[in-house]
């Protein structure tokens, strides 16, 4: 949202869609800005993903980690074809990024980043599962809770940035996701609550951990950080 501390945020967004270079269900795929604050957030946003060292997972100073297989980091470089060839703008190219020569033959991809994706793109109704962001410009927040609930048969999770506590509020009551974060990264809940998705992020008949005594329960999670 436009109020959002962006030196707060910022750091935030590259956990959101970097953390274990994107290989969890509960990363970000897409980044929704709101009204004017587009521009900065995109400048940022792009600065900070390229500046990211990449190397061995043991290495303190790398990061980002390779990608688990050469599957998965074919399967992510198919996922930046896809969105060239349905016309979303790449900002920043991770693919074939400069290594030393002992990571040459790992299966890295560096921080991506599209810029003009649409909710009806590929790209925006599916997971990379890897380190690929898209940015879409909306003007209102209902604007960004109607993609979040329409764009994608998908209903894991979502989050807001936001000072604001009404804008936090109608967030967590309108989006149709399990998880909820309000100026956190990852929406990721401790051993003691319930793991809850919507849609087809739902698998099973219950949904996991102490939620499945609450069998006709369906439960909204939210994890709220305060500026």
């Known amino acids: ?9 910022a750091p935030r967004l590259l956990r959101a869609f970097y953390g274990m270079t994107g290989q969890r269900c509960l990363g970000s795929d897409i980044l929704i800005t709101v009204g004017e604050v587009y521009e900065a957030v995109k400048k940022r946003f792009v600065e900070l993903s390229a500046q990211m060292k990449l190397g061995y997972g043991l290495d303190e100073k790398a990061e980002l980690g390779p990608l688990t297989t050469l599957q998965a980091k074919q399967r992510v470089l198919n996922f930046i074809e896809k969105g060239i060839e349905e016309g979303a703008k790449l900002l920043l190219d991770g693919r074939n990024p400069k290594l030393e020569e002992k990571y040459a033959k790992g ?20 997971e990379s599962f890897g380190p690929v962001a898209g940015i879409m410009r909306v003007e209102s927040l209902d604007e960004a809770i109607d993609i979040v609930n329409n764009s994608s048969s998908y209903g894991h999770s979502a ?12 967030f967590r009551r309108a989006v149709n996701v399990g998880n909820v974060g309000i100026n956190v990264a990852i929406a990721q809940p401790y051993a003691f609550f319930p793991l809850g998705s919507r849609k087809e992020s739902f698998f099973g008949g219950v949904h996991s951990r102490i939620d499945a005594v609450r069998l006709f329960t369906d439960v909204k999670m939210v994890v709220t950080w305060r500026y």
Request: aromatic share 14%; glycine share 0%.
């Open 1 to 9: 949202m436009p109020d959002a501390d962006l030196e707060v945020t």
């Open 107 to 126: 299966y890295f991809v560096a921080p991506t980043v599209f810029d003009e994706v649409s909710p009806d793109m590929w790209i925006a109704r599916e």
């Open 159 to 170: 989050s807001i940035f936001t000072s604001n506590i009404n804008y936090a509020r109608d």
